[in-house]
C-alpha cells in the first residue's frame, strides 16, 4: 500500500471478515511427548490416517518421524533426541512438537480414532486468529523504564550491508556475538542467505568477490 511508510507483504495489508460457527480447541499445543504416541504406534505406516497428497509426499520422503527428531537407539524403540538450531539435544518432550500440515492431519485423525471421535482437524485461519486473543500469554501487563536511545529512521539496505560485505565482516569474529559466530562457522556464511552470487563479466563464479554478490 503507497499509503503505509514502511515495506509489507501483500497479507499484511487490508482486512476480511469471516463469520465463524462455534468450534472448541485444545488449550496447549501439540507436544512432542503426545506425538511419540502417533509415531510410535505405526502411524506413520498407516494410510488410513493420511490424505492422498500426504499420503504421497510422506512416500515419497520416505518419512519416519518429524523432521527434527533424531533417531538415538535401536530401530523400533522409538528413542529419540530433538535436533535444534544449533544442537542435538536430549528430547523436549513437554514442548510443542514442529510437523508440517499432512503430518498434523495424519495426527489428528488417529487421535481421534483412538479417542473414538467423530473428528479431530487442524483450526483454520481464521480460528487461529479468533484464537489468539485468549491464549495465557496475553494475559497480565508489564511495564518497563527505558533509559532515552536513539534508533536508526530507516531499515539497513542491501547497500549499506554490503559495505560490512565487502569489508570482511563475515570473516572478523571480532563483530560477532559468540553464538553467532558458531553460527557462521558452521553454516560457512560469506553473504547474506538471499544474497546469490553471479556469474561476473569474466564468466567466473566467486565466492570471495563482493562487487559480484548484488
Not at 79 to 85: A, C, E, S
Not at 87 to 100: F, T, Y
Not at 104 to 117: E, M, S, T
Not at 141 to 167: C, H, I, M, Q, R
Amino acid at each position: 500500500r503507497e499509503s503505509f511508510p514502511s515495506f509489507g507483504w501483500d497479507c499484511d495489508y487490508g482486512d476480511e471478515t469471516f463469520s465463524l460457527a462455534p468450534f472448541a480447541a485444545a488449550k496447549y499445543k501439540v507436544s512432542n511427548g503426545e506425538f511419540w504416541e502417533f509415531v510410535s504406534d505405526g502411524g506413520y505406516q498407516q494410510q488410513k490416517y493420511w490424505s492422498e497428497e500426504g499420503w504421497r509426499w510422506r512416500r515419497f520422503r520416505n518419512t519416519k518421524w518429524p523432521t527434527f527428531w533424531v533417531p538415538a537407539g535401536p530401530a523400533g524403540l522409538h528413542q529419540y533426541q530433538l535436533r535444534t538450531l544449533f544442537a542435538v539435544i536430549p528430547m523436549q518432550w513437554s514442548w510443542p512438537v514442529i510437523i508440517n500440515v499432512h503430518e498434523g492431519r495424519a495426527f489428528a485423525r488417529w487421535k481421534a480414532a483412538r479417542d473414538g471421535v467423530s473428528e479431530y482437524r487442524l483450526e483454520t485461519e481464521a480460528e487461529h486468529v479468533a484464537l489468539s486473543g485468549v491464549w495465557d500469554c496475553d494475559y497480565g501487563d508489564e511495564t518497563f523504564s527505558l533509559a532515552p536511545f536513539a534508533a536508526a529512521k530507516y531499515k539497513v539496505s542491501n547497500g549499506e550491508f554490503w559495505e560490512f560485505v565487502s569489508d570482511g565482516g563475515y570473516q572478523q569474529q571480532k563483530y560477532w556475538s559468540e553464538e553467532g559466530w558458531r553460527w557462521r562457522r558452521f553454516r560457512n556464511t560469506k553473504w547474506p542467505t538471499f544474497w546469490v552470487p553471479r556469474r561476473s563479466p569474466r564468466g567466473c563464479i566467486s565466492t570471495s568477490c563482493a562487487r559480484c554478490l548484488l
